[in-house]
Nanobody, 119 residues
Framework: QLQLVESGGGLVQPGGSLRLSCAAS????????IGWFRQAPGKEREGVSC????????NYADSVKGRFTISRDNAKNTVYLQMNNLKPDDTAVYYC????????????WGQGTQVTVSS
């Protein structure tokens, strides 16, 4: 069964760090682009970062450049999002998703993990 499962969210103080994981099952990440998204209450979902797992190429939203790092562990079939210097504006539910070139959209999504940045 094809599945993406996020973990690693939690409550952290401003300036703190968290590492989110996106573990895939039922398919191999090597052949896909994986994206991280977030949605805060009352706001639209926004793209945070993405990685071409096979090539290792990455992209970041301007709001997280220099603070967040996306990476992958092919052996563990997992993508990570290292988040440093967290700000209250980073508070949101974070999701990972798989880009399908066949349908030109993100076709599988995880259930999300809550990140709360607060003192």
């Amino acid at each position: 069964q094809l599945q993406l499962v996020e973990s690693g969210g939690g409550l952290v103080q401003p300036g703190g760090s968290l590492r989110l994981s996106c573990a895939a099952s039922g398919f191999t990440l090597d052949y896909y682009v994986i994206g991280w998204f977030r949605q805060a209450p009352g706001k639209e979902r926004e793209g945070v970062s993405c990685i071409n797992v096979g090539r290792g190429s990455t992209n970041y939203a301007d709001s997280v450049k220099g603070r967040f790092t996306i990476s992958r562990d092919n052996a563990k079939n997992t993508v990570y999002l290292q988040m440093n210097n967290l700000k209250p504006d980073d508070t949101a539910v974070y999701y990972c998703a798989r880009w399908s070139t066949g349908v030109a959209e993100y076709d599988y999504w995880g259930q999300g993990t809550q990140v709360t940045v607060s003192s």
